[in-house]
T-cell receptor, first 115, second 116 residues
Framework: DAMVIQNPRYQVTQFGKPVTLSCSQT?????MYWYQQKSSQAPKLLFH???????NEADTPDNFQSRRPNTSFCFLDIRSPGLGDAAMYLC??????????????FGPGTRLTVL | AQKITQTQPGMFVQEKEAVTLDCTYD???????LFWYKQPSSGEMIFLIY??????QNATEGRYSLNFQKARKSANLVISASQLGDSAMYFC?????????????FGQGTELSVKP
């Protein structure tokens, strides 16, 4: 089945130790999104890739970076995780963002713990 | 700026009864899309239903229907015949204007608990 896969599902890192979260998709979608969702809060968009074009949200800290080496994969890099970065990180994809109907397909998320 | 408001932090419903989850939105765009997602405790966001701003009929998907009142800027989710498996967080979301990369703005969510 076509899907969005995130690895790992649970990630524990130490304060200040770089960490990379992975997302892959078999949907062949043009757009990949990264959301941060803190406990009991709504998901918040960090950035997205439209094909190779990177689009950063204005309030996304520099500590968060992303890479998309090909259509299928997208990575979220946190250069120096702080305690406040502990959250669920959700990856999503969509086919065509300019279409009025633009469903986003979400992966299962990676729950990040910072010690 | 676009905004989504869900005023019910938590809701309870008896199994087999219907429940309405409220969502109001604010936008100056003429073209927009409204989505409802379900998020179980496992964390995955599951798409439920979509309503486009130009759709004249309310969207329905199985036990889910969307009560779209454009003039009031509301897009309430109605779940009929609630099941125990419906217990989850429910998020209303709006796609911003077409030049925003399909970005979704989420409301704060409503936690639904279905009682046996």
């Amino acid at each position: 089945d076509a899907m969005v896969i995130q690895n790992p599902r649970y990630q524990v890192t130490q304060f200040g130790k770089p960490v990379t979260l992975s997302c892959s998709q078999t949907l062949n979608h043009n757009v990949m999104y990264w959301y941060q969702q803190k406990s009991s809060q709504a998901p918040k968009l960090l950035f997205h890739y439209y094909d190779k074009d990177f689009n950063n949200e204005a309030d996304t800290p520099d500590n968060f970076q992303s890479r998309r080496p090909n259509t299928s994969f997208c990575f979220l890099d946190i250069r120096s995780p702080g305690l406040g970065d502990a959250a669920m990180y959700l990856c999503a994809t969509s086919l065509e963002p300019l279409a009025e109907y633009n469903e986003q397909f979400f992966g299962p998320g990676t729950r990040l713990t910072v010690l | 700026a676009q905004k989504i408001t869900q005023t019910q932090p938590g809701m309870f419903v008896q199994e087999k009864e219907a429940v309405t989850l409220d969502c109001t939105y604010d936008t100056s765009d003429q073209s927009y899309g409204l989505f409802w997602y379900k998020q179980p405790s496992s964390g995955e966001m599951i798409f439920l239903i979509y309503q486009g701003s130009y759709d004249e009929q309310n969207a329905t998907e199985g036990r889910y229907s969307l009560n779209f009142q454009k003039a009031r800027k509301s897009a309430n989710l109605v779940i009929s015949a609630s099941q125990l498996g419906d217990s989850a967080m429910y998020f209303c979301a709006m796609r911003e204007g077409q030049n925003q990369g399909g970005k979704l703005i989420f409301g704060q969510g409503t936690e639904l608990s279905v009682k046996p």
